[in-house]
């Protein structure tokens, strides 16, 4: 294996997986938007380069044989990033791709940045590049934020979510950069247990102290609710339908793929809450 490359290693994913790789005493290309923001990590080149500029982006992945491509925000426009940011990575003589999923990512999932995920992953498989694609389901790190004002509110009925703390996605993504035999696999990256939206608001309760519920609504009333927000329409979407997913059981997955990589169980909500 060559040398590897890293995007988004100011983010929470990103960043951890660049410090693991740095710990591990691998070389490491890390490509960000700010130079400034970059990890001062030993043996880490940094490049300036975003997903909107094929050629920086091209010039930054030169010489990168295996690439953790994290996706990008949501975004409006995140379909033709991910396009941008594959194509620099064929032109560049990149050879295999790493990239951050969702679970259940299919044309038409409920979930609409779930989409955005699919058309990416059938951009890597027209590309001739060799790619790992690691399905991430909700992370367990921002559940947390859901409880607004001590509720969870949205539609996701007596749904359930297989949730996964972003540590162990990103020890996933090392263990799938550094193995070549994880070529041309996909993996739904879940938490152990998959988790009731009422469930979570008591977990929360349990370990912060702070009164939390789940508030089910509807689907009119989730749109009613984030219409004072003043965001664009097509991430309501996203927000909404992240619920509605959970709804339809499309989240419902719990697999052993953390277990399997990184020789170690899943961390728990209560793990994170407790910040362990």
Request: proline residues 4%; charged residues 20%; aromatic residues 4%.
């Amino acid at each position: 294996m060559g040398l590897i490359g890293v995007t988004g290693a100011t983010g929470r994913l990103g960043g951890r997986a660049a410090r693991a790789l740095a710990a591990g005493g691998q070389p490491q290309r890390l490509v960000v938007r700010e130079r400034t923001r970059a990890p001062d990590l030993p043996g880490a080149d940094v490049r300036v380069a975003s997903y909107d500029d094929g050629g920086a982006l091209r010039r930054a992945l030169d010489g990168v044989d295996v690439l953790l491509l994290v996706s990008a925000s949501e975004a409006a426009d995140r379909v033709a990033q991910h396009r941008t940011a594959v194509e620099a990575a064929a032109a560049a003589g990149v050879r295999r791709v790493v990239y951050t999923s969702f679970v259940g990512a299919a044309p038409g999932c409920t979930f609409t940045f779930g989409r955005d995920h699919a058309a990416t992953e059938a951009l890597l498989a027209a590309s001739g590049l060799e790619a790992t694609v690691l399905r991430n389901s909700l992370y367990l790190d921002v559940l947390p934020a859901f409880a607004a004002g001590g509720a969870i509110r949205g539609p996701a009925g007596r749904g359930r979510v297989g949730a996964v703390a972003v540590a162990d996605a990103a020890e996933v993504a090392v263990a799938a950069l550094l193995d070549e035999s994880q070529s041309g696999r996909t993996h739904d990256v879940t938490g152990p247990e998959a988790l009731t939206l009422a469930e979570v608001a008591a977990a929360i309760e349990r370990v912060t102290g702070e009164p939390t519920r789940y508030v089910e609504e509807t689907l009119e009333e989730a749109y009613a609710s984030r219409a004072g927000l003043g965001a664009p329409r097509w991430e309501v979407d996203g927000w909404v339908s992240s619920y509605a997913a959970v709804a339809a059981g499309e989240l419902d997955v719990v697999t052993d793929v953390v277990q399997r990589l990184t020789g170690h169980p899943p961390r728990t909500l209560e793990d994170v809450l407790r910040g362990r």
